[in-house]
């Protein structure tokens, strides 16, 4: 069995993502307001003539009046008066309004650049939507926001189709709960969720993917883990591993096991490799003499079957290991 001594601070940095948070996207107004959201740290809605205090439910009437009086859409007639189709309109307005208002700190926002041909992955950063100021809005923009911390910007669309399929024809914020494990994976490269850790490995090759290598990635990733299992004693049930695919061309792959002790290791030891550490190196993280001889040649294929299908270089070994410079998740 080998010691444990110096492997839980690697432990401690791995991400946690709260499962219990929500997905939004937000539209950019054609990707006019995309460059001001990500300079300026913060997402913004539309319809300027309802200030930020007003969205409350008993202000209901006066927001569906503000909505009429305000748009060339509808008739000027009190909403009584108006159609089934223009009343579901303006409480969709209306309903847009509140949802925005009613985003939670830490939910997570996606924001497409004009023509969605990339977007952006941010998480709200304050607890209540607030009016910008004057010096804010003399250059035109929206008068209601909210706070982001903006975590990956500029992502290319081409790893998940269906999403940018929403991109282009969706309101102006929307739920993308369904969409979840594609944008943890792209925030986070190995993370925690109900327990349960993922690695995500994002595949840039173009062409046709063989068959051949996807099972040998598959084989080999299990063997390794299977043998940092046995030799660590983590007691985890290695055939409960799991994987989930989204093979585009390019497209991503996210490998899932409870717990996940023996996953967080072997990413961080095929990390440490494929980033080019010594032997050496590699055997003081994991407090050994030397790396064992039953790992080589995983890591050898994996690396070999990583370049064959074009899988973009992590940085999970430089995460896992921050806390030796003082840094900290």
């Not at 202000?59 to 089934?84: E, F, G, Q």
Request: charge should be neutral; charged fraction near 25%.
């Amino acid at each position: 069995m080998l010691n444990l001594k110096n492997t839980n601070p690697i432990f401690d940095q791995v991400a946690e993502i709260n499962s219990q948070k929500e997905y939004w996207y937000v539209r950019t107004d054609g990707g006019d307001h995309y460059t001001d959201f990500i300079r300026k740290g913060y997402v913004g809605i539309n319809w300027n003539f309802i200030p930020a205090e007003d969205i409350r439910e008993e202000n209901l009437k006066y927001l569906r009046k503000s909505v009429i009086t305000n748009s060339y859409k509808y008739r000027n007639l009190p909403y009584d008066k108006l159609s089934s189709g223009e009343k579901s309109s303006i409480t969709k307005t209306i309903n847009k309004l509140f949802t925005f208002k009613n985003l939670k700190k830490g939910d997570v926002v996606l924001i497409p650049s004009e023509d969605a041909d990339y977007f952006s992955i941010g998480e709200i950063a304050d607890d209540e939507i607030y009016n910008a100021s004057r010096s804010d809005l003399s250059t035109g923009g929206f008068l209601k926001r909210r706070k982001v911390n903006w975590l990956k910007t500029s992502v290319k669309h081409h790893y998940y189709n269906s999403l940018f399929y929403l991109l282009k024809h969706s309101h102006t914020i929307v739920s993308i709960k369904k969409h979840a494990d594609f944008i943890d994976s792209l925030m986070e490269e190995l993370y925690i969720k109900d327990g349960d850790c993922f690695l995500s490995l994002r595949i840039n090759k173009e062409s046709e993917i063989s068959l051949k290598d996807l099972k040998d990635l598959f084989d080999n990733y299990l063997g390794l883990i299977s043998q940092v299992n046995t030799d660590f004693n983590f007691g985890e049930k290695i055939d409960t591993t799991t994987v989930k695919l989204s093979l585009n061309s390019p497209g991503f792959i996210n490998i899932k096991l409870p717990v996940g002790t023996s996953l967080i290791l072997t990413s961080l030891i095929v990390s440490m490799f494929l980033n080019g550490c010594t032997d050496e190196e590699i055997s003081m993280k994991l407090n050994r003499e030397h790396i064992p001889n039953e790992y080589i040649p995983y890591m050898d294929s994996i690396q070999n079957i990583r370049k064959n299908l074009e899988v973009e270089n992590d940085s999970i070994f430089n995460r896992l290991t921050s806390f030796e410079n003082g840094n900290s998740k």
